[in-house]
């Protein structure tokens, strides 16, 4: 199953509406580290509402231990430093979406280490830096459930 792990995220409305696109999926959500809110901050809470209990939710400390958690799963890191499309990356069922914090991103030492599974989202506007996480998340997501067979015409449902 894809997985969506947030490195250390630091705005509660944004993790929050993650976590409602991960139960909306089944998809699970992984946070890693130190989160810039407690994870029981009424901003995340209210941004999820009432599907919390649906979320899959898993903590890690660091990268390492989410890695040691899903040893048969590909790490693909998101950053808008790539130079490879999202749109032009083979997702397999197997893949974890690594999205880093809102304000800086993923290390440098993580991408260069990983550069050759670093995506990122083209933007058409050279005057905006990044996109929302949330946004982020929810483009990429869907394309990896796309390419999967997890989602299709409106009436097919997500397995």
């Not at 409305?13 to 407690?38: D, E």
């Not at 929302?132 to 997890?150: F, H, K, S, W």
Request: aromatic letters at 6%.
């Amino acid at each position: 199953m894809i997985r969506v792990a947030l490195v250390e995220p630091e705005i509660p409305p944004n993790t929050g509406n993650v976590a409602r696109l991960c139960a909306a999926t089944k998809v699970p959500l992984h946070i890693v580290g130190v989160t810039g809110f407690r994870m029981d901050d009424k901003a995340v809470r209210r941004a999820g509402l009432d599907y919390w209990p649906q979320v899959i939710l898993h903590r890690h400390a660091d990268l390492a231990s989410l890695q040691e958690s899903l040893p048969d799963t590909r790490l693909v890191y998101l950053t808008t430093k790539a130079d490879r499309s999202y749109a032009d990356w083979a997702f397999s069922p197997q893949d974890c979406l690594v999205f880093g914090r809102e304000t800086r991103g993923l290390p440098e030492d993580v991408l260069r280490a990983n550069w050759d599974r670093c995506l990122t989202i083209p933007m058409l506007n050279p005057g905006v830096r990044s996109l929302n996480l949330a946004t982020a998340v929810a483009i990429v997501l869907y394309e990896a459930l796309r390419q999967n067979g997890l989602i299709g015409t409106a009436d097919k449902k997500l397995n």
